[in-house]
């Protein structure tokens, strides 16, 4: 007797009480998330998440990719009247801007550093328009959900979430120049590569230009500050909230590296 098994696409979801599933590619009909775990009776529109969605959005400047999509969010389930119904909450947001002739030389070759040979090899199935599953977009549905975790933290326990650009290839931000206790969005969003530090934010906005006229690109760090978090998160041994955080960001298409605090400089 002969038994075949198939390796199924599984790995979308993340959370255990606040569970986040993502869902879309790159050119498909659209993206988006469903979120389970949601309290009942909490104000949530539209507007809570596109604020964050119009701030990922691409096409903004000339750093980022030229792709123009509105990415305007559709609350399809699990809010009534305003108010959150305790059921899972269903986001949408179709894709408007597909180019699929884009990306015609691609489909003779795997890309370097992209998902193309490990989907290709592992399913039998590669995404040549886009990427499919492995694009950025699919971070829209994190984004979404992101709001909605963030309007929940922010009512629970007064918990704010904010990050801002700290380093670009060679330029990095001095220790201490950032205030992480005064620090406001207002100041991340000054200039378009969202590092609060005018001086440095030029310099970093130099450096992309340069490799970006090349047709390349360039890593960089990103800083992210949790203030007033609740006490007693995560759980012992496997389940603990470092082990949860770099879980999370670490499934980020392109991110290589995650450190805790002062991380490896001790």
């Not at 979430?161 to 207002?186: F, K």
């Not at 499934?251 to 490896?264: C, I, M, Q, Y």
């Amino acid at each position: 007797m002969c038994c075949t098994t198939e390796i199924q696409a599984a790995g979308s979801t993340f959370g255990n009480y606040f569970r986040v599933t993502t869902f879309g590619e790159s050119h498909g009909g659209g993206v988006g998330c469903i979120v389970d775990g949601c309290p009942p009776r909490i104000p949530l529109s539209e507007a809570d998440m596109q604020a964050d969605l119009d701030r990922r959005r691409p096409g903004q400047s000339r750093i980022t990719t030229p792709r123009k999509e509105t990415d305007t969010c559709k609350i399809c389930s699990g809010v009534s009247e305003g108010l959150t119904t305790g059921t899972p909450i269903h986001v949408f947001v179709p894709n408007t801007d597909q180019r699929g002739h884009d990306y015609k030389e691609m489909s003779i070759a795997y890309r370097p550093s992209h998902a193309d040979a490990t989907y290709d090899m592992k399913y039998g199935v590669r995404a040549v328009k886009g990427g499919g599953r492995s694009s950025a977009r699919e971070t829209i549905g994190r984004v979404a959900s992101g709001a909605i975790a963030k309007k929940l933290l922010k009512q629970f326990s007064g918990t704010e979430v904010l990050a801002y650009v700290s380093q670009v290839h060679q330029v990095v931000l001095p220790d201490g120049s950032v205030d992480h206790d005064t620090l406001t969005l207002d100041q991340i969003e000054s200039n378009i590569v969202r590092c609060p530090d005018p001086e440095y934010a030029e310099k970093m906005i130099a450096a992309i230009d340069a490799v970006r006229t090349r047709g390349d690109s360039i890593g960089g760090v990103v800083t992210c500050i949790v203030r007033n978090a609740p006490r007693g998160l995560g759980s012992p041994v496997f389940d603990k909230l470092e082990a949860e955080l770099a879980k999370a960001v670490m499934s980020l298409p392109a991110t290589k590296g995650f450190e805790f605090g002062s991380g490896f400089a001790g």
